[in-house]
């Protein structure tokens, strides 16, 4: 049995190594927990928060602790504590990312096609940056229509500017047009949605929590890590499946079920990112962290005048 003095919040894996935030992350985005009520989640924030506060209800195990705080990490914001959307969470990445990804490789040829699922991917990431956003800097919404609109175009302009550019070329290069849009898109959907930790910097902390300011540098570098895990965990279904379904294409028995070709693209994409969405949000650690020295000038210099030399690294919550 768990006692009063079991630290729900302690990682179970190190997550200063890669292999312990891959097994964290393959905890917190097992897709099954999407699927459970808002109660069964709020019934596990509650026994967390007992947890925390030194009230551990009798007869409650560690193992039935530890699943208390895999659905809450899974279903509330680590800055807010409030219950996120269920379509925002990272949870929600491989059934939500194989459906609309899957269609993306599938209906590519045309133009109308490609911008009616250009549309409704890029909704679904602008909806997923802003569910995992940092918290602590808040964005209006006229923010959040700028950068979902920017972002749309710029996805909208890449897959169709590629689409017709690509008509002469090998089929290939035309099946790889959407990961192309993907990408491009991350790099201004991300860095829009998140606006506000660019203009006024994001909160920094010392090692025990204690907030030291607000940095511009930090931003840079979280939403850069961000943006690089996002299109790591497009990228192996984006790239590799196109090849793969273009040489099953050839064979007869996949010529006479063209109307499953749309279903298994969906089900191979969902193979490939129950691994890639761990895997990519595991690149980086969560809890980010920077050199003071590398800091703004003011910012450094006000932590010295403050701390002396006895903090040397800021940290911040990079977001997903």
Request: some cysteine; proline content about 6%; hydrophobic content about 45%.
């Amino acid at each position: 049995m768990a006692g009063s003095s079991f630290n729900i919040d302690a990682p179970r894996w190190d997550q200063a190594t890669f292999m312990g935030r891959l097994k964290h992350f393959f905890n917190i985005t097992d897709f099954t927990t999407a699927l459970l009520p808002d109660s069964r989640l709020d019934e596990a924030k509650a026994l967390v928060e007992s947890c925390r506060a030194g009230s551990v209800p009798p007869g409650t195990s560690e193992e039935q602790l530890h699943y208390a705080k895999k659905l809450y990490d899974s279903a509330f914001h680590p800055d807010t504590g409030d219950r996120m959307n269920i379509i925002g969470r990272m949870s929600f990445q491989v059934p939500g990312g194989m459906a609309i990804t899957g269609c993306m490789l599938q209906f590519y040829r045309t133009v109308p096609a490609v911008v009616f699922w250009q549309w409704v991917n890029q909704s679904f990431n602008a909806l997923v940056n802003y569910t995992n956003r940092n918290a602590a800097s808040p964005i209006t919404p006229k923010q959040i229509g700028v950068a979902y609109v920017t972002a749309t175009t710029t996805a909208l302009a890449t897959a169709v500017g590629l689409n017709l550019y690509t008509k002469k070329a090998p089929p290939l290069v035309a099946r790889w047009v959407p990961f192309a849009a993907v990408a491009s898109a991350n790099c201004v959907n991300i860095p829009m949605m998140r606006q506000q930790e660019l203009l006024n910097g994001i909160a920094v902390t010392d090692e025990n929590g204690n907030k030291l300011g607000h940095s511009k540098k930090a931003a840079v570098k979280g939403i850069s890590q961000v943006v690089l895990s996002r299109i790591t965990m497009a990228a192996p279904g984006m790239i590799i499946l196109p090849i793969i379904m273009q040489r099953l294409e050839k064979y007869k028995f996949m010529q006479k079920i063209t109307f499953l070709h749309g279903p298994i693209q969906v089900m191979m994409v969902g193979v490939f990112l129950v691994f890639m969405v761990p895997a990519a949000c595991s690149l980086f650690p969560q809890n980010c962290s920077m050199a003071v020295s590398k800091l703004e000038p003011e910012l450094r210099d006000s932590i010295r005048s403050r701390c002396g030399e006895s903090v040397q690294h800021v940290y911040f919550n990079k977001g997903l």
